[in-house]
């Protein structure tokens, strides 16, 4: 996507108001609220150190949770302000206000190569309405707009696709890298090129999976969404496994384009089960697994794929030039039920003659669980921002932005 960005101006002395995904996770300890996740705030850097270098005066703005347009404490971005201060080594001034006198004059008073953050932007009603009138207010603090809020970008709020038609908008070096990775080097990706989708219904899933049929050579399917494959392909029972019956056309419908596309569809041939399930709690009853394309019976349910699985799919992952993985391929979260996934994830880590693109979400998550973080080409840091755009649609904080 031939978009400006940050390389492209000069921004020195200029007020540039830079849309960040702050949203991490927060915790109250001690009647304090504390970060126990400073990824997002991580990720972010090389833009804000780029801005600082070249002399901009840095404005960041962000949501955090979902305050539904009323100020809530607990919401608040002010523990951020620290935690920023710290990681890029220079002070950050906050404002409790992301519009409005203070901080119109906190923006103002910025010297070259200052910081500041702002309040959270869904502290006000019309932010997630993309209200025109509260886009120019933000857009009166600066002079330039820097989207690097990736996983914000498929939202048309604001902050995010308003402002930026108020003020000449370029996207930072985030945003660069999500777009050159998730759309750009999957255009015309070097083959083989294995799609590897996990989640759980089909229904979620069939657009992303139609869109990469157009341009995979094997798409391998696991996570509930499986079974609906596994009854149609191998006409197994499914005991309690995620499924309902309107989900099958949408499956067959994707076999079928498969097949006339030449692409090789690969489903579990097993699973592991377990008789009593409850993902609130995290526990599992009694589990064991079943032989190839043995049933499931009734009163138990499938959590994970099993050994026989993650021998045909790593054997197709060890093959792949281009690797993307979008889901889990069972119930992670629970130990007892990540083997399968996280025997997915260490077979793409393994694989390092070819370029692996983890595409957000849970699947975030699994890679970092099972260790192999680093050792994967990309990791995109948008779920429902990296599935519109793998579906072919336009991103609204992607579309404002300014060609090259």
Known sequence: MAKKSIRDIDPAGKRCLVRVDFNVPLEEKDGAMVITDATRIEETLPTLKYLIGKGAKVILCSHLGRPKGK??????????????????????????????????????????????????????????????????????????????????AHRAHSSTAGVAACLPAVSGLLMEKELTYMHDELQNPERPFVVILGGAKVSDKINVINALLEKADTVIIGGGMAYTFRKLVQGITLGNSLYKPEWEPIAAAALDKAKARGVKFLIPVDALITDSFDFDTKTVGTT?????????????????????????????????????????????????????TFDVAEAIAANQGAKSIIGGGDSVKAVKKAGVGDKVTFISTGGGASLELLEGKELPGVAALAEK
């Open 71 to 152: 100020v809530d404490p607990k919401q608040s971005l002010a523990p951020v302000a620290g935690a920023l201060s710290s990681l890029l080594g220079v002070p950050v001034e906050f404002s409790s206000e992301s519009t409005g006198p203070e901080a119109e004059a906190k923006a103002k008073a910025l010297p070259d190569g200052g910081v500041l953050l702002l309040e959270n932007v869904r502290f006000h009603a019309g932010e997630e309405q993309n209200d025109a009138e509260l886009a120019k207010q933000f857009a009166a603090l600066a002079e330039i707009y820097v989207n690097d809020a990736f996983g914000s």
């Open 288 to 340: 064991k697994y079943t032989q190839p394309g043995e049933n499931i019976p009734d009163g138990w349910e499938g959590v994970d794929i099993g050994p026989e699985s993650v021998k045909l799919f790593n054997e197709e992952i060890a093959k792949a030039k281009t690797i993307l993985w979008n889901g889990p391929m069972g119930v992670f979260e629970i130990k007892s039920c990540a083997k399968g």
